[in-house]
């Protein structure tokens, strides 16, 4: 019995993904296995480091899931995992996609309950 939960997500570019990872100061390496329980391993495109089993990212189709046997993870809830991961992977997938367009930043708040507010204009 596989002790793995995989959680769908709507990340599909890995470069804004390494970003995202990578402001939240986790440690990752591509293509490696994800271990679990009992000495149980998944393949994983990308793998982040914690204190306990990693948690993996593997692409199914058009967008990357997150797998981990979450019994064994320490120092990462996987709700807020998900979520902050989530929440920057977008950051920088608007970010570059409105740059591509024309759109300069002019500047960024972040909000108490973690929002961020973006202003930008579009360079004539």
Same mark, same amino acid.
Not at 24 to 49: H, I, M, P, S, W
Not at 51 to 75: C, T
Not at 95 to 113: H, N
């Given at each position: 019995?596989? /002790?793995?939960?995989?959680? =769908?997500?709507?990340?599909?570019?890995? @470069?804004?993904?390494?970003?995202?990872?990578? !402001?939240?100061?986790? @440690?990752?390496?591509?293509?490696? =296995? %994800?271990?679990?329980?009992?000495?149980?391993?998944?393949?994983? !495109?990308?793998?982040?480091?914690? =204190?306990?089993?990693?948690? &993996?990212?593997?692409?199914?189709?058009?967008?990357?899931?997150?797998?981990? !046997?979450?019994?064994?993870?320490?120092?990462?809830?996987?709700?807020?995992?998900?979520?902050?991961?989530?929440?920057?992977?977008a950051y920088h997938a608007?970010?570059?996609?409105?740059?591509?367009?024309?759109?300069?930043? %002019?500047?960024?708040?972040? @909000?108490?309950? &973690?929002?961020? /507010?973006?202003?930008?204009?579009?360079?004539?």
């Open positions: 019995m596989s /002790h793995f939960t995989r959680i =769908k997500t709507q990340i599909v570019e890995l @470069e804004y993904l390494k970003r995202a990872l990578a !402001d939240l100061k986790y @440690e990752y390496e591509e293509g490696n =296995k %994800v271990r679990g329980f009992g000495g149980q391993r998944t393949e994983a !495109d990308l793998v982040v480091k914690t =204190k306990g089993y990693p948690i &993996g990212f593997k692409k199914r189709g058009e967008a990357y899931e997150v797998v981990a !046997d979450w019994w064994g993870v320490r120092g990462v809830n996987q709700k807020t995992f998900v979520q902050e991961v989530t929440q920057r992977y608007v970010c570059d996609k409105l740059q591509a367009q024309g759109f300069e930043m %002019v500047s960024e708040q972040v @909000e108490r309950g &973690g929002q961020v /507010h973006l202003v930008l204009r579009q360079m004539a």
